[in-house]
């Protein structure tokens, strides 16, 4: 009941900002059903697109994805889509990448050898440790809730993505790869799999991205959903 | 900590929600929609749809059920029941799902565990195994919802399913599923042992202690309960209760 109240009170605050349609970009990589839901629940009107046009002219961009880094990759620069994607962060849209969305925001992957990605988060996707910080083995892909942790280097998620979520809360994730960003200040939050530290969102300027699966991770999800959606 | 996944599993017929004893004598207990958002306000941390019925009789309704669920329900859901081919799968994925779990087909064509793993990945590709003991720590794998023997040993099965790509096992005893007597430990053991991979304990939850033993004993990373949530004998709130007083993981939630 309390749920169906808040998320009522939710729609309703959204709808009276009367915020700017979210596109999300369908580069065929992945479902796309839950992150539209997830935006819509959120109060957004979303747009899922391939149309180059379209996406370039966007005012908040979400860019999903799933499987690997290469093919996703080769797809985004089979369609074009790759260079816009720059365009868009170089102009300050708001952009979101969602896990593998998030990876290809850096400079480069390990997967399946070298691959270079969008070059917008100086650093490297790497994978996830196979050890954890005592030795043992550990399952990969990481699949599971995992709450959410400062990173050493920051304070509070005041003003970021993260706005309004508590350390400790948790999210959804399936991966098997993570993302190294190099400049500490780029690490927004951080989640401990088997010791050892894995990065769950970043946020560079405009450019922001998350491992977990928000349109997946209940009503913590969602809350972080309606904060991009305010940035 | 690592934590245990709190899963709600719904066996669906058409457009109900049953519950049977042993996979049979399916009993209708209501609409898929209402428990499954029921347990989504609870705090599940994932739901599992089975269509029961599906693999006997080909097309299934799943894929109406997942896409109407996925405007209220945002945490993983796996769907199976009559999934025979890439298609299926895609038709369920595209439909909001985002696992499916293969029995039947996958004993009679093992190569779609790999196909639909480099498809989508292996973390969405869920072997789901229906076993019934046939003597002291030994199983056999049972397909068309727990009906037909197959000859093939669970523990060979598991061990050549991961092998072939699968991400997750949901594993079912036959024998204890419906029955409220607890988990088949000895088999969750037998299987989790074996292979690297996630084990969902399936069949037997029939109280909130039950999950303990799974975890502990069993070495589970997940548990799967139908009956305990759809006879509103306990809570997912519960069940996490008791997990945490044993001092095991689980998410911590609290709704807003």
């Known amino acids: 009941m309390m749920c169906v109240v808040l998320r009522a009170k939710l729609a309703s605050v959204c709808e009276t900002m009367n915020l700017p349609e979210v596109t999300?970009?369908?580069y065929g990589v992945g479902n796309l059903l839950s992150v539209r839901r997830g935006l819509e629940r959120c109060g957004a009107s979303v747009v899922v697109t391939s149309d180059p046009d379209k996406i370039y002219s966007a005012r908040k961009v979400v860019l999903p994805g799933v499987g690997a880094f290469s093919n996703g990759m080769a797809e985004l620069q089979r369609t074009g889509l790759d260079t816009i994607v720059q365009s868009l962060a170089a102009r300050g849209?708001?952009?979101?990448?969602?896990?593998?969305?998030?990876?290809?925001?850096?400079?480069?992957?390990?997967?399946?050898?070298?691959?270079?990605?969008?070059?917008?988060?100086?650093?490297?996707?790497?994978?996830?440790?196979?050890?954890?910080?005592g030795g043992f083995p550990q399952k990969v892909p990481h699949i599971g809730w995992s709450p959410l942790a400062l990173p050493v280097k920051r304070q509070s998620w005041e003003s970021s993505?993260?706005?309004?979520?508590?350390?400790?809360e948790a999210v959804y994730f399936v991966h098997s790869f993570m993302a190294d960003p190099f400049e500490p200040k780029d690490r927004l939050a951080e989640c401990f799999y088997g010791?050892?530290?894995?990065?769950?969102?970043?946020?560079?300027?405009?450019?922001?991205?998350?491992q977990f699966h928000p349109e997946k991770s209940g009503e913590v999800g969602l809350k972080i959903l309606s904060r991009f959606l305010t940035i | 900590?690592?934590?245990?996944?709190?899963?709600?599993?719904?066996?669906?017929?058409?457009?109900?929600?049953?519950?049977?004893?042993?996979?049979?004598?399916?009993?209708?207990?209501?609409?898929?929609?209402?428990?499954?958002?029921?347990?989504?306000?609870?705090?599940?941390?994932e739901?599992?749809?089975?269509?029961?019925?599906?693999?006997?009789?080909?097309?299934?309704?799943?894929?109406?059920?997942?896409?109407?669920?996925a405007k209220d329900i945002f945490v993983p859901m796996t769907v199976g029941g009559g999934i025979r081919s890439i298609d299926d799968a895609s038709e369920v994925l595209r439909a909001g799902a985002d696992k499916v779990a293969i029995n039947t087909a996958a004993v009679a064509?093992?190569?779609?565990?790999?196909?639909?793993?480099?498809r989508f990945g292996s973390q969405c590709m869920v072997l789901s195994i229906e076993a019934k003991q046939i003597e002291h720590e030994r199983w056999e794998v049972y397909v068309d919802n727990g009906r037909e023997r197959t000859g093939i040993d669970v523990v060979d099965w598991v061990r050549r399913g991961v092998a072939m790509g699968a991400g997750e096992v949901l594993l079912t005893s036959v024998d204890r599923e419906g029955t409220r007597k607890g988990f088949d430990i000895a088999l969750l053991a037998a299987v989790s042992s074996e292979v690297a991979v996630p084990v969902i304990a399936s069949g037997g939850m029939g109280k909130p202690e039950n999950l303990v033993t799974a975890v502990r004993a069993g070495g589970v990373d997940a548990v799967a309960m139908a009956d305990l949530l759809h006879y509103k004998r306990a809570t997912i709130g519960d069940v996490r209760r008791v997990a945490r007083e044993a001092g095991i993981g689980v998410r911590d939630y609290e709704f807003a």
């Open chain 1, 93 to 133: 849209v708001p952009l979101l990448g969602i896990c593998l969305g998030m990876q290809l925001l850096l400079d480069e992957s390990e997967e399946f050898g070298k691959t270079a990605g969008l070059g917008l988060v100086p650093g490297r996707v790497v994978p996830v440790p196979a050890l954890s910080t």
């Open chain 2, 47 to 69: 739901l599992i749809y089975m269509d029961c019925v599906a693999s006997l009789y080909g097309r299934n309704h799943l894929a109406e059920i997942v896409q109407a669920a």
């Open chain 1, 195 to 210: 010791g050892v530290p894995v990065l769950a969102a970043l946020e560079r300027g405009n450019v922001m991205g998350c």
């Open chain 2, 1 to 45: 900590m690592r934590s245990v996944r709190l899963i709600a599993r719904l066996d669906i017929k058409g457009p109900n929600l049953i519950k049977g004893i042993h996979l049979e004598g399916l009993r209708v207990i209501g609409s898929p929609g209402e428990h499954a958002l029921r347990y989504y306000e609870q705090g599940v941390d």
């Open chain 1, 161 to 168: 993505l993260l706005q309004g979520i508590k350390a400790g």
């Open chain 2, 109 to 118: 064509n093992p190569e779609l565990i790999t196909q639909i793993s480099r």
């Open chain 1, 24 to 26: 999300v970009v369908d």
